[in-house]
């Protein structure tokens, strides 16, 4: 696991806990974070060298060697997808959607749409909260069923309890994170957390 540090993220993660946080600085705060936390979470990606010419000279250039599949996971992964796919413009794009019944905590499916054949490709999942872990491992899970064996889940937050629930899936993911919190209420919510990252973004379902 990853937990990213930097005095620049903790003040997007602020502005996104702030409860006085309007929608539209709540997307933006989230966008600028996403930037940082995929910028780490790339760090040690293969590269592939290739020569190039400046206007000077000839030196070597460097591209992704193997451009991961990003698969922002709706609603609240939405905020997160569009400057992923700015840092890593070769990347293609998946979808998942879950919303979480709010009685059970288990998460509902409602949308799928992943390449059949993920054997040799990195994956970055992309959704703001890691609570229980349900939706997450669902989303990975749907990965590995493909061959996935390299993926990362790319989240602003996480609780204890949903990072549990990862290492004992014994699925193949490694973690990046802004933040590990303290725990998860009775309510499923992350503590001291901010709040639905779906509603605080889109409005309330
Ligand atoms: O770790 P878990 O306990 O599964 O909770 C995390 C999930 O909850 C939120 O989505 P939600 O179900 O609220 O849907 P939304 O994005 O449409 O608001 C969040 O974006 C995660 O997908
Ligand atoms: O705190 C939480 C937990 C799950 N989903 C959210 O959006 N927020
Ligand atoms: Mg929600």
């Given at each position: 696991m990853l937990v990213v540090e930097h005095p620049l993220a903790r003040?997007?993660?602020?502005?996104?806990?702030d409860a006085r946080t309007d929608s539209a600085a709540f997307r933006a705060a989230?966008?600028?974070l996403t930037v940082m936390l995929i910028y780490e979470a790339m760090?040690?990606?293969?590269?592939?060298?290739?020569?190039?010419?400046?206007?000077?000279?000839?030196?070597?250039?460097y591209a992704l060697a193997n451009p991961p599949l990003l698969v922002p996971v709706l609603r609240?992964?939405?905020?997160?997808?569009?400057?992923a796919h700015k840092l890593i413009p070769d990347a293609q794009m998946g979808f998942v959607g879950l919303a979480r019944d709010e009685e059970t905590l288990q998460p509902t499916p409602y949308m799928e749409s992943l390449p059949e054949d993920l054997s040799d490709r990195p994956v970055?999942?992309?959704?703001?909260?890691?609570?229980?872990?349900?939706?997450?491992?669902?989303t990975i899970r749907l990965l590995a069923?493909?061959?996935?064996t390299d993926v990362t889940a790319v989240v602003a937050l996480a609780a204890p309890e949903g990072i549990r629930l990862l290492e004992e899936s014994g699925l193949p993911v490694r973690v990046v994170t802004a933040s590990v919190d303290e725990?998860?209420?009775?309510?499923?919510?992350?503590?001291?957390?901010l709040g639905d990252a779906g509603d605080?973004?889109?409005g309330s379902v």
């Open positions: 003040a997007r993660l602020t502005t996104m806990r989230l966008q600028e760090r040690d990606a293969p590269v592939r060298i290739e020569r190039i010419h400046t206007p000077v000279a000839r030196t070597d250039g609240a992964g939405l905020g997160m997808a569009d400057q970055l999942v992309l959704d703001p909260m890691l609570a229980t872990g349900g939706s997450m491992v669902h069923n493909r061959g996935a725990r998860l209420n009775d309510s499923g919510y992350i503590v001291p957390g605080r973004q889109y």
